[in-house]
């Protein structure tokens, strides 16, 4: 049924629960699954120094991925990782749309400070947008 799906990860609390959830799912579907993270970066220009903080920012966010790979494979479920750079919700839309996963799976908070939203607005705007079913793991 799903056979293909893509795990939205922020280094979150929630999104490490969507990720547990995902790989329980995988497992009964035998889906492909694959785990996105995109870089939000504030800084600007295109100075060596920028690239070098860029650099620095995806070093960081890739040995917090490879964690999630190594759990995911002593469950028997290899994972791709792809780092993206720019709006999380469209980086997301745009890499399920472009590889047709049938399903995205993500929390319903990230790593904001403010939590008085009951769903963040990352997964608000992948919810309304994207081309395949999401679940929103709570
Ligand atoms: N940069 C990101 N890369 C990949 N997935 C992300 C990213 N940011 C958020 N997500 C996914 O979206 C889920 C919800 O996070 P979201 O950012 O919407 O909430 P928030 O951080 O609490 O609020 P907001 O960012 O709107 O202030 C996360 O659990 C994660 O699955
Ligand atoms: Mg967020």
Avoid: W
């Amino acid at each position: 049924m799903f056979s293909s799906i893509l795990v939205a990860v922020d280094g979150s609390e929630s999104a490490n629960k969507a990720f547990q959830r995902a790989i329980y799912l995988a497992q009964k579907c035998s889906s492909k699954m694959d785990l996105v993270h995109v870089i939000q970066c504030e800084v600007g220009g295109d100075s060596a120094n920028t690239f070098e903080i860029i650099d620095d920012v995806k070093d960081k966010a890739m040995k917090t991925l490879e964690k999630h790979r190594v759990e995911a494979a002593k469950n028997n479920v290899p994972i791709q990782i792809t780092i993206m750079q720019g709006d999380p919700a469209k980086a997301i839309i745009d890499i399920a749309k472009a590889k047709s996963y049938d399903l995205i799976i993500m929390g319903t908070r990230g790593r904001s400070s403010f939590q008085e939203l009951l769903i963040g607005s990352v997964s608000q705007k992948v919810m309304h947008h994207a081309s395949c079913p999401v679940m929103v793991v709570r």
